[in-house]
T-cell receptor
Framework: EAQVTQNPRYLITVTGKKLTVTCSQNMNHEYMSWYRQDPGLGLRQIYYSMNVEVTDKGDVPEGYKVSRKEKRNFPLILESPSPNQTSLYFC???????????FGSGTQLSVL | GENVEQHPSTLSVQEGDSAVIKCTYSDSASNYFPWYKQELGKGPQLIIDIRSNVGEKKDQRIAVTLNKTAKHFSLHITETQPEDSAVYFCAASIGDDKIIFGKGTRLHILP
């Protein structure tokens, strides 16, 4: 079954404690991306990757890091989380060009 | 920068009536326009998409129309049902490989 798997589903942490949200896809997609969803703001892109070792900033990259060492995995790293990063996060993947995005089930992050 | 405007932000319709959500985009080079549905507790899922060489596309109760001259596209849901209650996002392609989203419409189907 084609899917994007992200973990964990829920995460509560404290300010400054480094965390990683994992994302994996089984469709051999070239493109992967992270979004955050906040009320009234829709889906905003954090970072995206066009292929292994190729990443670029989205619209709201401050405070986040990503890596793409393998085609299937695209972890999101918060080196020093702050309360304004409390949000619902989605990972997505897609094939070449502008095409259908496949989303994970989301990670609800709370930074206290 | 490029953006996609989506209206309304909230829409309530009586079960069985039609719902229409409208979007405008800024990049005249955009050529792919998907619509996503997000149910509670889930990630967005594609429900229909249209490319710029087509003016209208229909899939059962769902249809999308595109007006490239006006840079405007719309989602139409007919004979609405309770399971249509969700958040809907329109999106438009930017360049060869990027998609930007509207801010979403929360659709309520009233019994």
């Amino acid at each position: 079954e084609a899917q994007v798997t992200q973990n964990p589903r829920y995460l509560i942490t404290v300010t400054g404690k480094k965390l990683t949200v994992t994302c994996s896809q089984n469709m051999n997609h070239e493109y992967m991306s992270w979004y955050r969803q906040d009320p009234g703001l829709g889906l905003r892109q954090i970072y995206y990757s066009m292929n292994v070792e190729v990443t670029d900033k989205g619209d709201v990259p401050e405070g986040y890091k990503v890596s793409r060492k393998e085609k299937r995995n695209f972890p999101l790293i918060l080196e020093s989380p702050s309360p304004n990063q409390t949000s619902l996060y989605f990972c997505a993947s897609w094939g070449q060009g502008a095409s259908r995005l496949f989303f994970g089930s989301g990670t609800q992050l709370s930074v206290l | 920068g490029e953006n996609v405007e989506q209206h309304p932000s909230t829409l309530s319709v009586q079960e069985g009536d039609s719902a229409v959500i409208k979007c405008t985009y800024s990049d005249s080079a955009s050529n792919y326009f998907p619509w996503y549905k997000q149910e509670l507790g889930k990630g967005p899922q594609l429900i229909i998409d249209i490319r710029s060489n087509v003016g209208e596309k229909k899939d059962q109760r769902i249809a999308v129309t595109l007006n490239k001259t006006a840079k405007h596209f719309s989602l139409h849901i007919t004979e609405t049902q309770p399971e249509d209650s969700a958040v809907y996002f329109c999106a438009a392609s930017i360049g060869d490989d990027k998609i930007i989203f509207g801010k979403g419409t929360r659709l309520h189907i009233l019994p």
